[in-house]
């Protein structure tokens, strides 16, 4: 981290994440929530009572929608922590004993990516009755998992060969101490990209299976939002604001999540950094040989100047003067010269 050096698109995509984040966690602090109070009529336009106008039950859409942001951060949080750790664990096991235990994980994983995901999700949403955010989560991150572990499988493959690996073994240090000391800190960069990449995957997957009607139940997310605005028809009605301001938001916070992870992936790839650093200064040499350049021909114009107003240039020699007589003569230049 101390040579890290981050990118202003890190930083733009850090800034939105965490104003989004903001908003769904010290909204409903700030400006106070009941997503059950009647503020208005059917799909009443925007106005001073409420903000973003009323969707097809009369509840406040500015209030659904801190709350439904803070829904589905919950869920793309859980969901890609459960994710990610299912992957690292089969990925280590897999990388690291190679062999017998690598072709049966390899195998699950390979049966796990052959499935629709999106199959198994509405499987799975279907035969919970009651999905509460953490069931939903849960569901979603049993279907994302693969990716994670064959990216972290092909990564522990290769450190698996390393001299200090050897060296661990030989000195009796166990296997579960050697995957997390040894070479669990190899992948931490990758794994930290996947983490971003499982939020944003998972966030979007609970949209999709909301807007079908199998989100969590008794609460409000950015998918059930769209819900709402798709069965009570707020299209046709012309209520922009009941279905514009959650697809905003969940544009956003994909938007934000995929620019982290790039923005990371420059700060963590080496050749990314070092592909960089040549780039500034490639652009620095081509700078200053542009200032000497121009440096250049203002001297010269300048020289061009005075050889045209009438003042010849020195002749080679024409500088010199002769001091003194006999046979010690001695030449020095003249102050023009």
Known sequence: MRMARFTPRFWVSAVVFALVVAFAVLGPLVFGANPGKDVGGLYDPPSGTAWLGTDDLGHDVFTNLMLGTRTSLIIGLVAGLVATL????????????????????????????????IVVLILLSVAIDFRSIVAMAVVIAITSWPWTARAVRAQASSVRTREHLDVARLS??????????????????????????????????????????????????????????????????????????????????????????????????????????????????????????????????????????????????????????????????????
């Open 172 to 337: 009796g240090a166990r296997t579960f101490d050697i995957l997390i000391w040894d070479v669990l800190p190899y992948l931490m960069s990758y794994i930290a990209m996947a983490f971003v990449l499982q939020v944003s995957g998972a966030i979007l997957a609970e949209a999709g299976l909301s807007l079908l009607g199998l989100g969590p139940s008794g609460s409000v997310s950015l998918g059930i939002m769209l819900n709402w605005a798709l069965v009570g028809e707020s299209l046709l009605n012309g209520a922009w604001w009941a279905f514009l301001p959650p697809t905003i938001l969940l544009t956003l916070i994909a938007f934000a999540l995929l620019m982290l992870q790039s923005s990371l992936d420059e700060v963590f790839n080496p050749r990314l950094r070092r592909g960089r650093r040549q780039r500034g200064a490639a652009a620095g040499a081509g700078a200053g040989a542009a200032v000497s350049l121009v440096t250049s021909g203002t001297i010269a114009a300048e020289t061009l100047d005075v050889g045209a107003a009438g003042d010849p240039l020195p002749e080679p020699g024409a500088g010199e003067r002769t001091v003194g007589s006999g046979p010690d003569r001695t030449s020095e230049r003249s102050g023009s010269a």
């Open 86 to 117: 299912i992957g690292v664990v089969v990925g280590l096991l897999a990388g690291y004993h190679g062999g017998v235990v690598e072709e049966a994980l390899m195998g699950v994983t390979n049966v796990a990516l052959a499935i629709p995901a």
